[in-house]
Antibody, heavy 122, light 111 residues
Framework: QVQLVQSGAEVKKPGASVKVSCKASGYTFSSYGISWVRQAPGQGLEWMGWISGYNGNTNYAQKLQGRVTMTTDTSTSTAYMELRSLRSDDTAVYYC???????????????WGQGTLVTVSS | QSALTQPASVSGSPGQSITISCTGTSSDVGGYNHVSWYQQHPGKAPKVMIYEVSNRPSGVSNRFSGSKSGNTASLTISGLQAEDEADYYCSSYRSSSTPVVFGGGTKLTVL
């Protein structure tokens, strides 16, 4: 069965960086993309970007451009999301999700990781 | 860029039907059949309930249905059950530098 297992909770100081991992299993990693979605405490979902499991092509949300980098390691079917220059309003649960999408379209995120809480506090 | 517009809350009694709206623009909801709906229970990851406006993934109850008219998409839940109480988010493709947008979310209360 398809599973996405994320790394554990992190506590970071403002200005630091965080890197969250998402290990996929149960499907051919290169056949799908991985998207990252975050949710601040008590707030809604915010799309951060996605990365192709096939060729590593990325597309990031405009507001995070320059601070976020998404990568993959196809040898271990793992996706990574690094966010730099952390601020207090980056405190959120970060989810990875398998994405079904292409150029000019997006269908759905059909499997999700369990979420990783990132807390940014001095 | 602004999120899609959803009512903050809706409620209904067991057995009733409710509809949650999701309003966007011609650059997202109105321009593409790429609207999806997600259910999220407290402390859990979201789960896709409807994709491409009206398609149900395997395993999702047929009590859930989706539709779209102009710039507004809708999720209807019929025969409400206690387990349907959750937050619901719509999402759409958007022709912009940020191609995926979510709604603000709707809290469904089953009375």
């Amino acid at each position: 069965q398809v599973q996405l297992v994320q790394s554990g909770a992190e506590v970071k100081k403002p200005g630091a960086s965080v890197k969250v991992s998402c290990k996929a299993s149960g499907y051919t990693f290169s056949s799908y993309g991985i998207s990252w979605v975050r949710q601040a405490p008590g707030q809604g979902l915010e799309w951060m970007g996605w990365i192709s499991g096939y060729n590593g092509n990325t597309n990031y949300a405009q507001k995070l451009q320059g601070r976020v980098t998404m990568t993959t390691d196809t040898s271990t079917s793992t996706a990574y999301m690094e966010l730099r220059s952390l601020r207090s309003d980056d405190t959120a649960v970060y989810y990875c999700a398998r994405g079904i999408y292409g150029i000019g379209w997006y269908s759905r995120f059909d499997y999700w990781g369990q979420g990783t809480l990132v807390t940014v506090s001095s | 860029q602004s999120a899609l517009t959803q009512p903050a809350s809706v409620s209904g009694s067991p057995g009733q039907s409710i509809t949650i709206s999701c309003t966007g623009t011609s650059s997202d909801v109105g321009g593409y059949n790429h609207v999806s709906w997600y259910q999220q229970h407290p402390g859990k990851a979201p789960k896709v309930m409807i994709y491409e406006v009206s398609n149900r993934p395997s395993g999702v109850s047929n009590r859930f249905s989706g539709s779209k008219s102009g710039n507004t998409a809708s999720l209807t839940i019929s025969g409400l059950q206690a387990e349907d109480e959750a937050d619901y988010y719509c999402s759409s493709y958007r022709s912009s530098s940020t191609p995926v947008v979510f709604g603000g979310g709707t809290k469904l209360t089953v009375l």
